[in-house]
């Protein structure tokens, strides 16, 4: 079964804009990780908050995290059509990663 | 080397068939996974080897049957499989116990079952 949720299912925005996604989960986690999927190809780790961190930048990506909510956020700012991808949430409970459903993102030019 | 190489790429087999898929990494990572996901779905976890040994089946058919020769290797040995087996197969790596560092994905095979 899916630990996560996510939300949108899929997301259109123009070049330059910011996607934000989000992600909800139901079990006690290690850590958090997001990871990229261009169609039809294998996944591409982005980025990982540890259960202890709120916040987490890396390049033009945020993510924060709130475990009283069970939730968890991922930010694209500046976007490109380089980043129309699949992007998915997984929840690392020791050793099992488990993804969410994923939001489609199309970044049009 | 900071990859995941998996062979082949693509694979159709039919019903009685039997194959192999397998999985590369010098990365020196110590936990192996194989996932496989369906189209539009997110991947799912079937088998987690840690340092060689078998530690997590996801209650997998045993048509799937999972080997790790060695710390670089893990195959995914393929029998009698069934046309909703069609799908990609993704093996990842990651520093044992947990992936702190996050997981290392190849490009996956996707196998076709005819």
Redesign the interface.
């Given at each position: 079964s899916?630990q996560g949720e996510e939300d949108p299912q899929a997301l259109s925005i123009q070049e330059g804009e910011n996607a934000t996604m989000n992600c909800s989960y139901k079990t006690s986690i290690?850590?958090l990780?997001w990871?990229r999927q261009n169609s039809?190809?294998?996944?591409?780790?982005l980025i990982?908050i540890?259960s202890n961190e709120r916040e987490k930048h890396s390049g033009r990506l945020r993510v924060t995290l709130d475990t009283s909510k069970k939730s968890s956020s991922l930010l694209i700012t500046a976007s490109r059509a380089a980043d129309t991808a699949s992007y998915?949430c997984a929840t690392?409970e020791?050793?099992?990663?488990?993804?969410?459903?994923?939001t489609q993102l199309t970044v049009n030019p | 080397d900071t990859e995941v190489t998996q062979t082949p790429k693509h694979l159709v087999m039919g019903m009685t068939n039997k194959k192999s898929l397998k999985c590369e990494q010098h990365m020196g990572h110590r936990a192996m996974y194989w996932y496989k996901q369906k189209a539009k779905k997110p991947p799912e976890l079937m088998f987690v080897y840690s340092y060689e040994k078998l530690s997590i089946n996801e209650s997998v058919p045993s048509r799937f049957s999972p080997e790790c020769p060695n710390s670089s290797l893990l195959n995914l040995h393929l029998h009698a499989l069934q046309p909703e087996d069609s799908a990609l197969y993704l093996c990842a790596s990651s520093e044992a116990p947990s992936g702190n560092n996050g997981y290392t994905f190849g490009s996956g095979t996707r196998l076709t079952v005819v």
């Open positions: 899916q290690n850590n990780q990871y039809g190809r294998g996944l591409v780790h990982l540890r998915f690392d020791g050793s099992r990663l488990t993804f969410g459903e994923g | -």
